[in-house]
């Protein structure tokens, strides 16, 4: 047997900087998005620098995991987000689900149910049962969960918004169905302070919302034993742009921001942090992520440790949910996402999350048709049940570079912790807009890097295929789903009694006004027959509905272009425009219906006016109306509707009539975001003059509305 | 809408569309276009001066726009007709602009009896204002009767504001009486109210602190329109609470003006500007549009090879080109 001698470092970067052809050691360092510097190589001297590299899995601060054995005893729950059309639809698709292989249930709600109106509200017209199912009362939610059982089968919830009236209807039918509420087991999202920041699905102003939050944990820490009432969702953040740091520190600082909410509000610590649970996205930084998740179970060990002292050791710990990344998948090249996802499931497998929803290929396109949800699903499985991987905990553990990429995130969050701390915590930080601007800065630079071709995504700026592929995706007919609800409400309107009815929302309303608990308030409600509209009306009257401003990053893409060819070509094209017509292209970027993603909207904003147009923004959740009333007083040459919801095809044609009653016929109108390729004949034809997908190249776009101009 | 007289009739019944068009007449940079907006501007000349024009003015956060948003509200019950425009908005690098004003008002923009209109900062010439003073009377023509005037609170702007309005608000945070010395005077003193914003809440009572000192600071400052001391007014924009008193407080400014005939000097001498400033304005316009002027300013700009001073070369120059047009 030969004997290698242990070789100095030394011999090693002297090798490298000739393979690399580098003067310096720096000169082979990469800077990530986070702004962490990696070097080539780690190796064990770096480990002097990591804080926790003995600790154990299931012991404080859980960086190898919250559990001693992990998936070695069980592995995670599959948990698919799913809903769409009516609740009938939905529930049967769930059983399917259930059937092969999918072991909790996460459901997904149209954004008229998370904005508090009714299917019959006009301002949701175009909304109703696209993004999700549609709930307009307790029978909605009964027939949600027919023949499924609610003591056995966990619900996960996406609401935040309206989680009252969506809470109190899931504790209703779950009585109906015969099960009490301390047998009901699942996750609340009920995470607000990150729809301020990113998501925009909110309903009342920031105190109120908070207080629906603390009212709601302190409901379930007495009632509900086995019941997640939060879930603080990173999740949203990654998506509208944010880096796996800020995703981390600012998903962290809410955690900390309920708890003490929930102090506030007469709790002890134990009594409700033990069932705080997480939800983190996880992206196609393969490594970053998997480090993120085994920082984000130190930092929040550490913080609640130092600010709260719980005496029950569950208290410190960070059990998450993890999804595979929405913003990481093309519609160009669709099948490429399987992959994308695959990696995904990979990392949040491998950072030891506690359930999982894989994406399916088809998502940038339309909702999950039945083979792509079917194939997003058996990713987990064929990850858990081929691999082998499930069988060591936390196998990563003790990488040199994935310990010390660790240690950095939890370095560098700190610090950001620490600066939202002294703002005063996460809901003053969130009003003064400092998350949200630091975010879009981010999904800024990420668009340009991607523009630039820096950052290569395969299919969409790099290896472009010209093969086509028409995929079938799920199309929903909200017209027919909105009848189909609309009679249901007239039904319980008929059928219920309206003086028990009105004395319920009475009393919610003063409990508004009181330190009584709201749930408790709103389950009497909903027992009573009440609307999910009417009980936020509710409280809509006593708290008003929350109006977000608009702040937007300047500058930022623009610079990352100083001196590029296209751009400067755009820049001439524009002064050109502004010489013929006496002013700049004037284009509106709008947001139509109920849905508030607007990191595409503010990403395109801030990217043409650097390039030079001028913008106008609308407000978020805008009517046909109210958009061509904005573009008729601005006198705009263009209006660029983003759309990611579907509520497009009712939408945009209805647009176009007005554009047209207004003789504004010579408004070019523009589309962008999620519009599946089977609506675009329709929009075509309704006058839409182009269309852009996700990963759509900016300064092609511009050029593109350019020559329209013309 | 192919005449001017057809936009100046549909102006003047307050049609919508008009009066967007004719804004964006008067704001283009192009030759021809200037002729038609100043044919239109002299034929509606009759029907403007008719509103109150209102600058508001305060530094970036202190809530300009949920102010107007709240009190744009409030005059719209009272049966106003509202528009607001903006005299600086942000601007890129590049010279495109963002424009939020609707983000951040979105009751006004969406409302019948209001009109919101942005201007793109960009690269007019003689600054914004200049187009503003047009825009306002477009707007009276078209039957606004309240027109608000929004400016960044900074610099040049302000006098600008002031000198197209007929009555100015400042907008100032609460705080502690270091604040007071943050805001610079010369502001202080264009101020015929000042407005403490974001009363409510954990601030309502420093709020109150500020304008106490806010009052006794103006209290040693010389009166802007005699017998007129800039009162001092709470408000917040969430809680809707200051709006009436705000209302009343600048009817009594408008009758004190009108009575003591202060408001027609001020419209008077704001004429007087107007004419003074577009007269430089327009000679400059031309002065960099005329290329046999251009031609000979190059030569002027060879002259400074020869070491010879910029100011004598700038009046020869001048000379130059004055005794030409006398002769000519």
């Given at each position: 047997?030969?004997?290698?001698?242990?070789?100095?470092?030394?011999?090693?970067?002297?090798?490298?900087?000739?393979?690399?052809?580098?003067?310096?050691?720096?000169?082979?360092?990469?800077?990530?998005?986070?702004?962490?510097?990696?070097?080539?190589?780690?190796?064990?001297?770096?480990?002097?620098?990591?804080?926790?590299?003995?600790?154990?899995?299931?012991?404080?601060?859980?960086?190898?995991?919250?559990?001693?054995?992990?998936?070695?005893?069980?592995?995670?729950?599959?948990?698919?987000?799913?809903?769409?059309?009516?609740?009938?639809?939905?529930?049967?698709?769930?059983?399917?689900?259930?059937?092969?292989?999918?072991?909790?249930?996460?459901?997904?709600?149209?954004?008229?149910?998370?904005?508090?109106?009714?299917?019959?509200?006009?301002?949701?017209?175009?909304?109703?049962?696209?993004?999700?199912?549609?709930?307009?009362?307790?029978?909605?939610?009964?027939?949600?969960?027919?023949?499924?059982?609610?003591?056995?089968?966990?619900?996960?919830?996406?609401?935040?918004?309206?989680?009252?009236?969506?809470?109190?209807?899931?504790?209703?039918?779950?009585?109906?169905?015969?099960?009490?509420?301390?047998?009901?087991?699942?996750?609340?999202?009920?995470?607000?302070?990150?729809?301020?920041?990113?998501?925009?699905?909110?309903?009342?102003?920031?105190?109120?919302?908070?207080?629906?939050?603390?009212?709601?944990?302190?409901?379930?820490?007495?009632?509900?034993?086995?019941?997640?009432?939060?879930?603080?969702?990173?999740?949203?953040?990654?998506?509208?742009?944010?880096?796996?740091?800020?995703?981390?520190?600012?998903?962290?600082?809410?955690?900390?921001?309920?708890?003490?909410?929930?102090?506030?509000?007469?709790?002890?610590?134990?009594?409700?942090?033990?069932?705080?649970?997480?939800?983190?996205?996880?992206?196609?930084?393969?490594?970053?992520?998997?480090?993120?998740?085994?920082?984000?179970?130190?930092?929040?060990?550490?913080?609640?440790?130092?600010?709260?002292?719980?005496?029950?050791?569950?208290?410190?710990?960070?059990?998450?949910?993890?999804?595979?990344?929405?913003?990481?998948?093309?519609?160009?090249?669709?099948?490429?996402?399987?992959?994308?996802?695959?990696?995904?499931?990979?990392?949040?497998?491998?950072?030891?999350?506690?359930?999982?929803?894989?994406?399916?290929?088809?998502?940038?396109?339309?909702?999950?048709?039945?083979?792509?949800?079917?194939?997003?699903?058996?990713?987990?499985?064929?990850?858990?049940?081929?691999?082998?991987?499930?069988?060591?905990?936390?196998?990563?553990?003790?990488?040199?570079?994935?310990?010390?990429?660790?240690?950095?995130?939890?370095?560098?969050?700190?610090?950001?912790?620490?600066?939202?701390?002294?703002?005063?915590?996460?809901?003053?930080?969130?009003?003064?807009?400092?998350?949200?601007?630091?975010?879009?800065?981010?999904?800024?630079?990420?668009?340009?890097?991607?523009?630039?071709?820096?950052?290569?995504?395969?299919?969409?700026?790099?290896?472009?295929?010209?093969?086509?592929?028409?995929?079938?995706?799920?199309?929903?007919?909200?017209?027919?789903?909105?009848?189909?609800?609309?009679?249901?409400?007239?039904?319980?309107?008929?059928?219920?009694?309206?003086?028990?009815?009105?004395?319920?929302?009475?009393?919610?309303?003063?409990?508004?006004?009181?330190?009584?608990?709201?749930?408790?308030?709103?389950?009497?409600?909903?027992?009573?027959?009440?609307?999910?509209?009417?009980?936020?009306?509710?409280?809509?009257?006593?708290?008003?509905?929350?109006?977000?401003?608009?702040?937007?990053?300047?500058?930022?893409?623009?610079?990352?272009?100083?001196?590029?060819?296209?751009?400067?070509?755009?820049?001439?094209?524009i002064?050109?425009f502004e010489?013929e017509h006496g002013r700049r292209p004037r284009i509106l970027v709008a947001k139509l219906?109920?849905?508030?993603?607007?990191?595409?909207?503010?990403?395109?904003a801030?990217?043409l006016a650097?390039?030079?147009f001028d913008v106008d923004l609308s407000p978020?959740?805008q009517t046909p109306e109210e958009i061509v009333r904005q573009a008729l007083d601005n006198d705009v040459h263009i209006i660029g509707i983003?759309?990611?919801?579907?509520?497009?095809?009712?939408?945009?044609?209805e647009v176009m009539t007005l554009l047209k009653q207004q003789s504004m016929n010579d408004v070019v109108v523009i589309?962008?975001?999620?519009?599946?390729?089977?609506?675009?004949?329709?929009?075509?034809?309704?006058g839409?003059s182009?269309?852009?997908?996700?990963?759509?190249?900016?300064?092609?776009?511009?050029?593109?509305l350019?020559?329209h101009l013309? | 809408m192919s005449t001017k007289q057809e936009l100046a009739a549909k102006l003047l019944e307050g049609d919508r569309r008009a009066l967007s068009k004719a804004i964006t007449l008067v704001e283009s940079s192009h030759?021809q276009d200037r002729e038609t907006a100043l044919a239109l501007l002299d034929s509606i000349m009759?029907h403007t001066g008719k509103a109150?024009r209102i600058?508001?003015?305060?530094?970036?956060?202190?809530?300009?726009s949920?102010?107007i948003e709240?009190?744009g509200?409030?005059l719209i019950?009272?049966?106003k007709r509202v528009a607001v425009l903006s005299i600086d908005p942000?601007s890129?690098?590049?010279?495109g602009s963002i424009l939020g004003d609707k983000t951040r008002m979105p009751m006004l923009a969406n409302n019948p009896a209001a009109y919101v209109r942005p201007t793109p900062s960009g690269s007019m010439?003689?600054?914004v204002a200049r187009r503003t003073r047009e825009v306002i009377a477009l707007c009276e023509a078209a039957g606004y009767n309240t027109i608000l005037i929004e400016?960044?609170?900074?610099?040049?702007?302000?006098?600008?504001?002031?000198?197209m309005?007929?009555?100015?608000?400042?907008?100032?945070?609460?705080?502690?009486?270091?604040?007071?010395?943050?805001?610079?005077?010369?502001?202080?003193?264009?101020?015929?109210?000042?407005?403490?914003?974001?009363?409510?809440?954990?601030?309502?009572?420093?709020?109150?602190?500020?304008?106490?000192?806010?009052?006794?600071?103006?209290?040693?400052?010389?009166?802007?329109?005699?017998?007129?001391?800039?009162?001092?007014?709470?408000?917040?924009?969430?809680?809707?609470?200051?709006?009436?008193?705000?209302?009343?407080?600048?009817?009594?400014?408008?009758?004190?003006?009108?009575?003591?005939?202060?408001?027609?000097?001020?419209?008077?001498?704001?004429?007087?500007?107007?004419?003074?400033?577009?007269?430089?304005?327009?000679?400059?316009?031309?002065?960099?549009?005329?290329?046999?002027?251009?031609?000979?300013?190059?030569?002027?700009?060879?002259?400074?090879?020869?070491?010879?001073?910029?100011?004598?070369?700038?009046?020869?120059?001048?000379?130059?080109?004055?005794?030409?047009?006398?002769?000519?």
């Amino acid at each position: 047997m030969t004997h290698f001698k242990h070789s100095p470092y030394q011999d090693w970067e002297s090798l490298a900087l000739k393979e690399r052809r580098k003067e310096a050691p720096d000169e082979m360092l990469h800077t990530t998005l986070e702004g962490i510097e990696l070097k080539p190589l780690y190796t064990a001297a770096d480990l002097a620098e990591i804080e926790y590299h003995e600790s154990l899995p299931g012991l404080a601060p859980f960086l190898r995991g919250p559990r001693a054995t992990m998936y070695t005893g069980r592995a995670w729950t599959v948990r698919q987000y799913a809903g769409f059309s009516t609740a009938k639809a939905s529930n049967e698709f769930y059983r399917k689900n259930i059937a092969a292989g999918q072991t909790g249930l996460s459901i997904a709600f149209d954004l008229a149910t998370h904005r508090g109106y009714d299917s019959d509200h006009p301002r949701v017209e175009g909304d109703v049962g696209k993004a999700g199912v549609a709930i307009d009362s307790v029978e909605d939610m009964k027939t949600l969960f027919d023949q499924i059982e609610l003591d056995k089968m966990s619900v996960s919830m996406t609401m935040n918004g309206a989680v009252l009236p969506v809470m109190a209807m899931f504790i209703v039918a779950a009585e109906e169905q015969g099960v009490k509420p301390e047998q009901l087991s699942g996750t609340l999202q009920n995470d607000i302070l990150k729809e301020f920041m990113v998501r925009n699905t909110y309903i009342y102003p920031p105190e109120p919302s908070m207080r629906i939050v603390s009212d709601i944990i302190s409901y379930t820490a007495t009632n509900m034993p086995k019941f997640n009432p939060i879930s603080i969702s990173g999740y949203h953040m990654q998506e509208a742009g944010a880096t796996c740091l800020q995703e981390l520190a600012f998903t962290i600082a809410d955690g900390i921001e309920y708890a003490r909410a929930a102090r506030n509000n007469g709790l002890d610590i134990d009594a409700f942090a033990p069932r705080l649970s997480f939800f983190f996205a996880i992206g196609m930084n393969f490594f970053m992520e998997i480090a993120k998740l085994r920082a984000a179970r130190v930092l929040w060990a550490e913080y609640i440790d130092k600010l709260f002292k719980p005496k029950n050791p569950k208290s410190l710990m960070l059990r998450t949910h993890c999804q595979t990344s929405g913003v990481s998948l093309t519609s160009k090249d669709p099948y490429n996402n399987v992959v994308r996802t695959t990696i995904e499931a990979m990392a949040a497998v491998l950072g030891g999350t506690q359930s999982l929803h894989t994406n399916s290929f088809d998502e940038a396109l339309a909702l999950p048709s039945e083979t792509s949800a079917r194939i997003a699903r058996n990713t987990q499985l064929i990850i858990r049940d081929e691999t082998e991987m499930t069988k060591v905990v936390d196998p990563l553990g003790g990488s040199y570079y994935i310990e010390s990429l660790t240690q950095s995130l939890i370095n560098e969050a700190r610090k950001i912790i620490d600066e939202v701390e002294e703002m005063g915590g996460m809901a003053q930080a969130v009003v003064s807009g400092m998350p949200k601007l630091k975010i879009e800065e981010s999904a800024t630079i990420r668009q340009a890097r991607i523009d630039k071709n820096e950052d290569v995504i395969v299919g969409v700026n790099k290896f472009q295929s010209d093969d086509e592929q028409q995929l079938d995706v799920r199309v929903i007919d909200n017209q027919q789903v909105r009848v189909g609800q609309l009679k249901q409400i007239d039904e319980i309107r008929s059928t219920r009694n309206a003086s028990v009815v009105n004395s319920a929302l009475k009393s919610l309303s003063a409990a508004a006004e009181s330190n009584s608990n709201l749930l408790e308030a709103a389950i009497v409600a909903a027992r009573a027959r009440a609307t999910l509209g009417e009980i936020s009306d509710a409280l809509e009257s006593v708290y008003g509905r929350h109006q977000a401003q608009n702040q937007s990053v300047g500058g930022v893409y623009g610079r990352a272009f100083e001196h590029n060819e296209q751009f400067m070509e755009l820049q001439s094209q524009i002064c050109e425009f502004e010489e013929e017509h006496g002013r700049r292209p004037r284009i509106l970027v709008a947001k139509l219906g109920q849905d508030g993603h607007d990191r595409g909207a503010n990403v395109i904003a801030t990217a043409l006016a650097d390039i030079g147009f001028d913008v106008d923004l609308s407000p978020l959740f805008q009517t046909p109306e109210e958009i061509v009333r904005q573009a008729l007083d601005n006198d705009v040459h263009i209006i660029g509707i983003s759309t990611q919801a579907g509520a497009h095809t009712q939408l945009v044609p209805e647009v176009m009539t007005l554009l047209k009653q207004q003789s504004m016929n010579d408004v070019v109108v523009i589309c962008g975001g999620v519009i599946p390729p089977q609506d675009h004949a329709a929009l075509y034809e309704a006058g839409v003059s182009e269309i852009f997908g996700p990963g759509t190249h900016i300064p092609d776009a511009a050029a593109n509305l350019l020559d329209h101009l013309k | 809408m192919s005449t001017k007289q057809e936009l100046a009739a549909k102006l003047l019944e307050g049609d919508r569309r008009a009066l967007s068009k004719a804004i964006t007449l008067v704001e283009s940079s192009h030759a021809q276009d200037r002729e038609t907006a100043l044919a239109l501007l002299d034929s509606i000349m009759p029907h403007t001066g008719k509103a109150r024009r209102i600058a508001i003015s305060g530094s970036p956060g202190v809530g300009k726009s949920t102010f107007i948003e709240a009190f744009g509200e409030y005059l719209i019950n009272a049966g106003k007709r509202v528009a607001v425009l903006s005299i600086d908005p942000s601007s890129s690098l590049t010279g495109g602009s963002i424009l939020g004003d609707k983000t951040r008002m979105p009751m006004l923009a969406n409302n019948p009896a209001a009109y919101v209109r942005p201007t793109p900062s960009g690269s007019m010439l003689g600054g914004v204002a200049r187009r503003t003073r047009e825009v306002i009377a477009l707007c009276e023509a078209a039957g606004y009767n309240t027109i608000l005037i929004e400016t960044v609170g900074v610099g040049q702007s302000e006098t600008e504001a002031a000198n197209m309005s007929d009555c100015y608000l400042l907008l100032l945070q609460p705080g502690s009486g270091d604040s007071l010395q943050g805001i610079k005077r010369g502001i202080m003193e264009l101020a015929d109210l000042i407005i403490v914003n974001k009363a409510d809440g954990v601030l309502l009572s420093s709020a109150q602190e500020s304008a106490t000192q806010y009052m006794r600071a103006l209290s040693l400052m010389q009166e802007r329109m005699p017998g007129w001391q800039c009162p001092v007014v709470l408000c917040s924009s969430t809680e809707k609470t200051g709006q009436s008193e705000t209302s009343a407080q600048i009817d009594a400014y408008f009758s004190h003006a009108q009575a003591s005939g202060a408001f027609t000097q001020k419209r008077l001498a704001q004429k007087l500007y107007w004419l003074e400033d577009e007269t430089i304005a327009d000679l400059v316009d031309r002065f960099k549009r005329d290329k046999s002027i251009q031609a000979r300013y190059a030569e002027a700009v060879k002259q400074l090879e020869s070491g010879r001073s910029p100011a004598r070369i700038a009046s020869e120059f001048v000379s130059l080109l004055l005794n030409n047009s006398q002769k000519s």
